[in-house]
């Protein structure tokens, strides 16, 4: 697995690359923003690790650079541990967020969750929400009747909480399930990032995202994805 690492701590840079490297990643190196952007489309890397306070080009700067072409998980190591912070660069696209310092059990344990593989099936589901066709096989999300170049880009930690709640209809999927099944077992005491995403998949999937029609929340519970109900045909829709 390829992960590169955009880290302007030269002693962390050190650390991160020795105990990476030894568990058997494969790491791709920048210090600067323009240079993790170059980095990123000449390597197309698994993961990247980044810094908010790189030279050049911001940390912030460089997540909304590269979710203008690419789906790429980013997990965030910072110093600033505001939620502002967090909040700031989830909304830019980042899919986690670790303040610094960390445990490397914990980071460990975020990049694996991070790097999980949503199962691919042949056959699988293609689901409404209104008039937006979720294709879970492919990840793709278009509008219905419209150019399918058109697509709403997700994240891939949005697609992970979308999937879960979709191939769910109707049921109350936990908080706990999510935060487990998106973040890992490490992570499942603090529901403020799933707040976030969810409310981010509203903005992108709802008609209207402060009245949402499809992903609700269950008050203290969880959340859970209502379809449309099926309308049988009549004769005059048939005609």
């Known amino acids: 697995m390829k992960i590169l690492i955009v880290e302007n701590d030269p002693q962390l840079f050190r650390a991160l690359r020795i105990t990476l490297g030894a568990r ?31 030279p050049q080009l911001s940390g912030m700067e460089v997540i909304v650079a590269l979710r203008g072409w690419t789906q790429i998980p980013i997990l965030v190591l910072s110093g600033r541990a505001g939620a502002a912070d ?7 696209g980042a899919d986690d967020y670790v303040s610094k310092p960390f445990s490397i059990d914990d980071l460990l344990a975020r990049i ?28 793709r999300i278009a509008c219905a009747g419209q150019d399918p170049d058109e697509v709403i880009r997700l994240t891939p930690t ?13 049921r109350l999927v936990t908080r706990e399930r ?17 707040r976030i995403y969810v409310a ?38 048939l005609a």
């Open 112 to 139: 694996r969750a991070l790097t999980r593989r949503v199962p691919s099936e042949a056959d699988g589901p293609i689901v409404m929400i209104g008039n937006l066709a979720v294709d879970l096989s492919a990840r």
């Open 178 to 194: 999510l935060l487990t099944d998106v973040w890992g077992p490490h992570d499942t005491s603090d529901s403020g990032f799933l």
């Open 200 to 237: 981010q998949l509203r903005k992108k999937l709802e008609p209207e995202p402060t009245r949402p029609r499809y992903l609700l929340t269950e008050a203290g519970v969880g959340y859970r994805f209502r379809p449309d109900p099926f309308v049988p045909p009549t004769l005059e829709t």
């Open 86 to 92: 967090k909040i700031l660069a989830l909304k830019s």
């Open 24 to 54: 058997g990643y494969d790491l791709i190196t920048a210090h600067d923003g323009a240079s993790a952007l170059d980095a990123a489309i000449a390597e197309n890397p698994d993961l990247i690790m980044l810094d908010l306070g790189t």
């Open 158 to 170: 949005e697609w992970r909480i979308l999937s879960l709640l979709l191939r769910n209809p109707g």
